[in-house]
């Protein structure tokens, strides 16, 4: 028999159960015949039997549907029960899932505005060093100019001074030893008539005649001054322009061009570099009264032509210590090519304020003593 409450399986339906009928033992099979009142009495038990039988399994059939009836409710409640947990859990879970998502918003707009931030302040950044980087160019630029201009200054100055000597006193020092066709008018003299032809440029010789030796005339040559006026217009120093290629090989280079070729090429490098220094000799143990017979009586060879011949100067090649004593022909033909490049070095750096047939005068003045020189002509010293 059924009894209690039947125990459930989670998402499955009770099974059914038979109800329990009583079986009558019949009892073994005989071969002997029952008599017959025994017969009757059996056919009466089991007519009354028949009639219990319908009305137990129509009960057991009734109560199985109850049963069944209570599980099926007892189950949907609780999968109801279930259903409306899974529902709270999701109903959750969604919420949770929206709060992060909301933070997840959040954190990435304040990741672009921190990125946008850091890029806006890198420019920012960047574009100050820039401008702070063009501004430090300049003034370095402006600086080295300055500094430039002040050690040509000083360079000339200092080659202006050394050159000059009692003994070889330097004309552009001292413009009252330059000749009267060169000096001008002075305080005191008289003004010759030859004076004012020899200042103007243009006064030319008349065919057919012969100048006197104070008089010279001048006539521009015009592929020489257009040489001129192409490297005027942007001045360098590079030897592949033709103005200065034509003065490299006309004047620079025989003007440079000794005896001992391997100090020859040191001295003239060493020209271009302006890093030359020519210095007087001076006796420091010989009385002062003596000085002047040694040194014209001195037997030293110049180094650069190799000649014996008195050397009164000698000259250091950038930083060394040594030095080479040379002749005063040779050290009238390096003064003459320096005075050409320091001449030229102003134009380059702006100090020459002229036009350009002046500047054309004297840069021709300038080679004439550079080919004086090479020819052998030099200021006498005294």
Excluded at 89 to 113: A, F, N, T
Aim: charged share 30%; net charge negative; with cysteine.
């Amino acid at each position: 028999m059924w009894s209690g409450q039947p125990h459930l399986d989670e998402g499955h339906p009770p099974p059914l159960e038979a109800a329990p009928v009583s079986w009558k033992s019949v009892g073994p099979c005989k071969s002997l015949r029952e008599p017959p009142g025994g017969l009757a009495e059996a056919s009466v038990g089991e007519e009354a039997q028949g009639e219990e039988d319908p009305a137990a399994a129509q009960l057991d059939v009734l109560r199985l549907r109850s049963s069944s009836m209570e599980i099926r409710e007892k189950g949907s409640e609780f999968l109801k029960e279930e259903l409306h947990k899974a529902q709270k859990e999701l109903k959750l879970k969604d919420k949770e899932c929206e709060r992060l998502s909301k933070v997840r918003e959040q954190l990435e707009q304040e990741l672009e505005e921190l990125t946008a931030s850091l890029f806006e302040e890198a420019h920012k950044m960047v574009r100050e060093a820039n401008m702070k980087q063009a501004a430090s160019e300049k003034q370095l630029k402006e600086a080295r100019g300055k500094i430039d201009m002040l050690q040509a200054e000083v360079t000339a100055l200092k080659t202006l001074v050394i050159t000059s000597t009692p003994a070889s006193p330097n004309r552009e020092l001292h413009p009252q030893l330059l000749s009267p066709t060169k000096a001008g008018p002075r305080k005191g003299h008289l003004r010759h008539k030859s004076t004012s032809s020899t200042l103007c440029p243009t006064v030319c010789p008349t065919a057919g005649h012969t100048l006197p030796p104070d008089k010279e005339g001048k006539e521009v040559d015009t592929v020489l001054f257009a040489e001129f006026q192409a490297w005027r217009e942007s001045p360098t120093l590079d030897k592949t322009c033709p103005f200065l290629e034509r003065v490299y090989r006309e004047d620079v280079g025989p003007c440079l061009d000794f005896t001992m070729q391997e100090l020859s090429v040191l001295v003239r490098a060493a020209v271009e570099d302006n890093t030359l220094t020519i210095e007087p000799v001076a006796s420091q143990t010989l009385p002062a009264m003596k000085v002047a017979a040694v040194e014209c009586g001195s037997t030293n060879t110049c180094a650069l032509s190799g000649l014996a011949r008195a050397c009164r100067h000698r000259i250091r090649l950038g930083d060394s210590e040594g030095h080479y004593y040379i002749s005063p022909s040779s050290r009238a033909r390096i003064t003459a090519v320096c005075n050409f490049f320091t001449y030229i070095r102003y134009i380059q750096q702006g100090l020459v304020r002229q036009d350009a047939e002046p500047m054309f005068w004297e840069i021709m003045r300038l080679r004439k003593e550079m080919s004086l020189a090479k020819l052998g002509f030099f200021p006498q010293e005294a």
